[in-house]
């Protein structure tokens, strides 16, 4: 993921990246004789390849002794590393299946690069040991109505679901005394954690319930010794893009949220400001979207989103100059290690724990951790991290009647899909359509969770015995979702659809104008000029659209 995010995604989606070194070319030798061959892509980021090798290996298995064409029996995945999303429609596409980000789905449409499959999507599962199920029954209705907009077929199914938010380490919170109470007081003992804003014994215990305990929380870090409240990889400035996005969709519910996508009904807008509180009023979408769409800059959430990551987020961040991505995952994780400097949280996103992995980081820090013990679980395994419930605005939170609780909501939108390649055909085409169904059984959506710590976006239960095996973090990653409202950015609205280039989140989302200029990153703003506020950006929003 950081190697997208960290350019430009503005030019990403019209240039593409690594057009030459990209999934194109020509085929890789190896095939297995006597068996029907089908080669998988996938993109070579956080989520890595292993889950993939080891589904492929079920897959071969179950269907070994099926004949797909004559002479042959069996299958044979071989499974590659794809260099990202590039601007496949300019290639042959010559793997079968891809599984890749930043998925300009209606391009590819367009131009016939990718196979219908319909058929994979709408029919039962019972060939793959699932009956009674569709691929299409576990789809949120955002991508079932946007997937299908053009003639009502599928051309890709969504893949993974990524999270954008702070991490913090369950640890080193515990150590320090870092949860909250019941009674609004700091504690290190875990078994007195308040039960959070949902109310219920769940991942979100202890921890801040709004704005102004997080700030309480971030002044008490800042007071301790050896410690900074949060750090981030310099190159993945981006992700403060999706965190935002984030935090503006946990105020305004999943409902209001879509409308950014429909163009239906009305929503709240900010009409003025008292001081530093917003005047709230309202706007309903008439005829002229190409109009009316420009009102949604003025949504309330995204002021607050603006005035959190300014007032307190920022002033409590490492600089972000200094440590690249991979160098800020490995300092976080050494956050408990006796003699180190520690951190409290991370912000990244939800494959950050896998992709440490993937390059070593829990091993390294493993080496100097003296409370690890080698001849048990292995060094990720014994680690506690989870993801920090998103804070809700004190007027919100004082507004919730007595007794109610509130469910978070979060967003989504990597543009991670998978699909296969038009150029596939005969048996090599049954057998990519197979595979497909089959990684989208529950047992194999489970499995890529259990292997991963991500969630794939669609609905599925998670087996015992994957349940069992996961990691802290992927346990916490789980019941997340579970206990959320997941926006996708996606709808079937024929504007959308005419102008979605328009609505790249980098661009639509946050570009202003301050100060005489466009900026396109609140965060860097912030950091580089005190003087503008969490109003002058909000303000400029509007403007530069």
Not at 7 to 25: D, E, Q, R, T, Y
Not at 179 to 190: I, L
Not at 377 to 398: C, G, N, Q, S, W
Not at 407 to 434: E, H, P
Request: net charge negative; proline share 3%; hydrophobic share 35%.
């Amino acid at each position: 993921m950081k190697k997208i995010l960290s350019i430009l995604v503005s030019v990403v989606l019209c240039m593409g990246i690594a057009a030459s070194a990209g999934c194109g070319g020509t085929p890789s030798a190896g095939e297995v004789a006597g068996k029907t061959n089908i080669t998988v892509a996938t993109y070579n980021g956080g989520v890595g390849k292993d889950w993939l090798e080891d589904a492929a290996r079920a897959f071969e298995e179950q269907f070994a002794e099926r004949s797909f064409e004559d002479g042959k029996t069996g299958v044979a995945v071989r499974v590659e590393f794809c260099e990202g999303a590039d601007m496949m429609e300019e290639q042959n596409l010559n793997k079968d299946v891809y599984f890749t980000e930043l998925f300009d789905y209606y391009t590819y449409v367009n131009k016939n690069k990718v196979a219908d499959i319909s058929g994979v999507v709408t029919t039962s599962l019972e060939e793959v040991g699932e009956p009674g199920k569709t691929i299409e029954g576990k789809l949120d209705q955002s991508f079932v109505d946007f997937l299908t907009a053009k003639d009502g077929n599928y051309y890709a199914i969504p893949f993974y679901e990524g999270f954008m938010g702070f991490i913090y380490d369950v640890d080193v919170f515990a150590q320090r005394g870092y949860f909250f109470d019941e009674d609004g007081n700091f504690t290190g003992d875990e078994t007195k954690r308040s039960l959070g804003i949902d109310g219920e014994k769940s991942w979100d215990d202890g921890l801040p319930e709004t704005y102004s305990d997080f700030q309480r929380l971030v002044d008490k870090i800042r007071g301790d010794n050896n410690i900074t409240p949060i750090i981030y990889g310099s190159d993945a400035v981006g992700y403060f893009y999706k965190a935002l996005t984030n935090w503006w969709s946990n105020y305004e519910g999943k409902e209001n949220m879509l409308k950014n996508w429909d163009f239906t009904g009305t929503f709240d807008i900010v009409t003025g400001f008292s001081g530093d509180k917003p005047i709230i009023g309202q706007y309903t979408f008439g005829t002229d979207i190409a109009s009316d769409v420009r009102e949604l800059q003025k949504q309330p959430g995204k002021y607050y989103a603006l005035k959190f990551l300014k007032e307190i987020v920022c002033g409590n961040a490492n600089n972000y100059e200094s440590l690249q991505y991979q160098e800020a995952q490995e300092a976080f994780i050494a956050s408990r290690v006796p003699g180190e400097h520690g951190y409290a949280m991370i912000l990244d996103g939800s494959w950050w724990e896998n992709e440490a992995d993937l390059y070593g980081a829990f091993d390294a820090v493993s080496y100097i951790d003296y409370n690890y013990d080698p001849s048990g679980a292995d060094y990720k395994h014994t680690r506690r991290f989870a993801f920090m419930p998103i804070p809700l605005v004190d007027e919100v939170a004082e507004s919730l009647p007595a007794g109610q609780t509130h469910k978070q909501t979060l967003y989504s939108g990597n543009d991670a899909f998978c699909f296969i390649s038009s150029n596939t055909t005969g048996a090599k085409l049954d057998v990519a359509k197979l595979f497909l169904k089959f990684l989208h059984t529950d047992e194999q959506m489970s499995a890529f969770t259990a292997r991963t710590s991500l969630t794939r976006a669609l609905n599925y239960e998670m087996g015992d015995a994957d349940l069992n095996n996961m990691t802290y973090f992927g346990k916490s990653v789980m019941e997340m979702k579970q206990s959320s409202d997941i926006v996708y950015p996606y709808s079937a609205n024929d504007y959308y659809l005419r102008n979605s280039s328009n609505f790249v989140l980098e661009r639509w989302g946050w570009t202003s104008k301050v100060g005489g200029g466009t900026e396109d990153n609140p965060f860097v703003t912030f950091v580089q000029d005190a003087n503008v506020t969490a109003a002058d950006y909000f303000r400029g929003l509007y403007e530069a659209h």
